[in-house]
């Protein structure tokens, strides 16, 4: 089983920045394709960022392309979401996920913390 904890949520200007963490335990991290999704009050959780195993390839979703950019230390067994020029648009509750080995850009993932809140006001 891996467990996954977010961290680095919280409230910021629009036009701000901020750095999302998740750290992983209980498996071995390097063997596992990461995703960041979030989910706005009365929406559906979706997707915004995907890393493979290596950290060699990554996939974003069309509306953080540009602003957004996964990474992942698999030394420290962590995956980040930097995250700038934030919109009110980009208020909402932040998850990171995991599944072994192939990056989908879909839910399909295994393995999920338990959220972060990010809040942008305008």
């Known amino acids: 089983q891996v467990q996954l904890v977010e961290s680095g949520g919280g409230l910021v200007q629009a036009g701000g920045s901020l750095r999302l963490s998740c750290a992983a335990s209980g498996g071995t991290f390097s063997n596992y394709a990461m995703g960041w999704f979030r989910q706005a009050p009365g929406k559906e959780r979706e997707f915004q960022a995907a890393?493979?195993?290596?950290?060699?390839?990554?996939y974003y979703a069309d509306s953080v392309k540009g602003r957004f950019t996964i990474s992942r230390d698999n030394a420290k067994n962590t995956v980040y979401l930097q995250m700038n020029s934030l919109k009110p648009e980009d208020t909402a509750v932040y998850y990171c996920?995991?599944?072994?080995?192939?990056?989908?850009?879909?839910?399909?993932?295994?393995?999920w913390g338990q959220g972060t809140q990010v809040t942008v006001s305008s």
């Open positions: 996920a995991a599944r072994p080995w192939l990056v989908v850009k879909n839910n399909d993932y295994n393995y």
């Open positions: 890393i493979t195993l290596s950290g060699s390839t990554t």
